[in-house]
């Protein structure tokens, strides 16, 4: 995936008059660790006090429909802060992202360079974590990312765009794996056969979610689709989750998914292209406390959701770990590979993984009803 190059101060400049903010242009700087889009902070001073924006350079090449994303992010939010209002929430900016507009009224600026640009206030006094710190932090997590879903619950009609279809259809994604494997255009399946062979064997329970949603089991919602850690902003001062962020996946899908992509990156024990394979396992710890949290929140789930929240866990990082898969052997396209074999690393984890969680299945299971149990 090509990266996009940094824009400079005054470039910077120049985008961020193109949005409603008033006052005179202090700077700029790129800002945060994520890894899709491209990130800056603006600081701006108006009348005398500074003031901060967050401005995003959305990715084209993974949202090729820049628009549609951000039709479904205004319409997020602008519900979301209704009901926060509703409620009697006095830091409704803090508590949901705010989209600035343009000067025409628009959610997105188009720049002449052909780059999709937004703005958001920026939420001050809270900050993301890319590892977990306390499984205290992964309650509080669960719950942000349950109530998040809980909020947007009813916005249903209109169907929000579905900026990347099939983006968690595990089959499909499987059969562009077998595809890969079938071309082998860099000769690399030689490399990877234990973990296609991993793969094959489990491949008759990845249609399981779909089918059950098909049959009106697990009911299609609005969800967030990037439940990562590093996606919910904590309090500095209380640790709580305040403030889900990161809404470009947004759009029509299963909370299984959400709940699953929670426990792969929160209940992980090292990082997501750890090359010690004895550090990579599953905290049931972890687990437990995101369970507990979760659960708490989500006071929606219907009980074919319930069923299949612990192999919700397991699909879905069986899932992420068939796309690094796929994506080296077609030569590393779509993530960013900071060394050789950068992708098999990645997949190698994403297996482990899912081998911890059956190792640990029943466990799981046990967790979530006891989680379930105290809701
Ligand atoms: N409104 C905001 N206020 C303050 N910080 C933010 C805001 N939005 C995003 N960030 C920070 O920028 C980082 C990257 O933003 P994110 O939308 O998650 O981009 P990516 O899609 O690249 O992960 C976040 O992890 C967070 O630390
Ligand atoms: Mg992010």
């Known amino acids: 995936m090509a990266e996009l190059g940094k824009a400079t101060p005054e470039e910077l400049k120049g985008i961020a008059s193109a949005f409603q903010v008033y006052g005179d242009f202090v700077g700029g700087c790129p800002y945060g660790s994520g890894h ?12 005398g006090a500074k003031m901060h924006y967050l401005l995003q350079r959305i990715n084209h090449h993974v949202f090729t429909q820049p628009q549609n994303v951000q039709q479904n992010i ?79 619950s009813d916005l249903t009609d209109p169907r929000l765009h579905e900026t990347i279809p099939h983006f968690h259809d595990t089959v499909r994604r499987f059969e562009t794996l077998q595809q890969a494997i079938q071309k082998d255009a860099f000769n690399r399946a030689k490399d990877v056969r234990e973990e296609i062979a991993f793969v094959e ?12 949603c098909a049959k009106g089991e697990i009911p299609e919602r609005v969800t967030h689709n990037d439940t990562k ?52 396992y599953s905290r049931m710890d972890m687990f437990e406390a995101l369970a507990k949290g979760y659960c708490r929140g989500a006071k929606f789930l219907t009980a074919g959701e319930k069923e299949e929240l612990a192999f919700s866990a397991r699909l879905i990082t069986m899932t992420i770990g068939i796309r690094f898969l796929t994506d080296y052997l077609q030569g590393d396209v779509y ?11 990645r997949c190698r984890t994403q297996l482990k993984m899912v081998r911890s969680m059956e190792e640990q299945a029943e466990q799981m299971e046990a967790i979530v009803k006891a989680a379930l149990a105290t809701v």
């Open 229 to 280: 850690l590093n996606n919910v902003m904590l309090d500095d001062a209380t640790g709580r989750g305040i403030c889900v962020i990161d809404l470009d996946t947004v759009m029509p899908g299963l909370a299984l998914y959400d709940f699953g992509d929670m426990c792969r990156t929160s209940t992980a024990n090292a990082a997501e292209d750890e090359r010690d394979l004895s550090k990579v």
């Open 335 to 345: 993530f960013n590979v900071k060394r050789p074999g950068h992708n098999v690393d």
């Open 74 to 152: 205004l319409r997020v939010t602008r519900h979301i802060a209704a009901k926060l209002r509703a409620q009697g929430v006095e830091d409704i900016s803090r508590r949901t992202l705010t989209l600035i507009l343009t000067r025409e009224g628009e959610p997105v600026h188009h720049d002449d360079a052909g780059n999709w640009w937004r703005m958001y206030v920026f939420v001050e006094g809270a900050k993301t974590y890319d590892q977990i710190q306390s499984a205290h932090q992964a309650e509080l997590v669960g719950e942000a990312f349950a109530d998040f879903q809980n909020m947007v």
């Open 36 to 47: 899709i889009n491209d990130t800056y902070q603006i600081t701006y001073s108006v009348g």
């Open 201 to 212: 064997a489990r491949s008759d329970t990845f249609g399981r979610l779909l089918e059950r």
